[in-house]
């Protein structure tokens, strides 16, 4: 979750510099992320969260720069939503991200 926090920090950066973000991170390691609470990552409901943050990713790599800054929000929101439902702590670092 850290590197996932970094990476999107620095995305967000590059973003509003019009540039093209790296991902380096292996976004499909949030599926199996391994957790303080193993039995929180492991219900239907992370997973449909997990999901449709990977989708939000995958919009990002693929549009266009004009487009980032608004796909990017997608983004967040997704970290934000399962955030919202599942691990409320870290929401205000979450929101240095809007
Ligand atoms: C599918 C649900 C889900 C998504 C999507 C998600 N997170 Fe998390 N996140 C969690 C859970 C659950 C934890 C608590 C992890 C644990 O119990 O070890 C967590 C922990 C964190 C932490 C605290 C890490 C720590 O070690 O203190 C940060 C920061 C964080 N997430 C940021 C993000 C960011 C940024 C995104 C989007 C790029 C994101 N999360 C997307 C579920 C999610």
Request: with cysteine; net charge positive.
């Amino acid at each position: 979750m850290n590197e996932l926090f970094t990476e999107a920090e620095t995305a967000r950066q590059k973003i509003a510099l019009g540039e093209k973000p790296k991902w380096k991170v292996d976004a499909k390691k949030i599926l199996t992320a391994a957790a303080t609470e193993p039995e929180k990552v492991a219900s239907p409901e992370y997973k449909a969260f997990a999901a449709s943050y990977l989708e939000s990713l995958k919009m990002l790599k693929k549009c266009s720069p004009a487009e980032a800054p608004e796909r990017f929000k997608m983004l967040a929101m997704a970290c934000m939503n399962c955030h919202n439902a599942l691990c409320p702590g870290p929401r205000k670092r979450i929101q240095k991200l809007f």
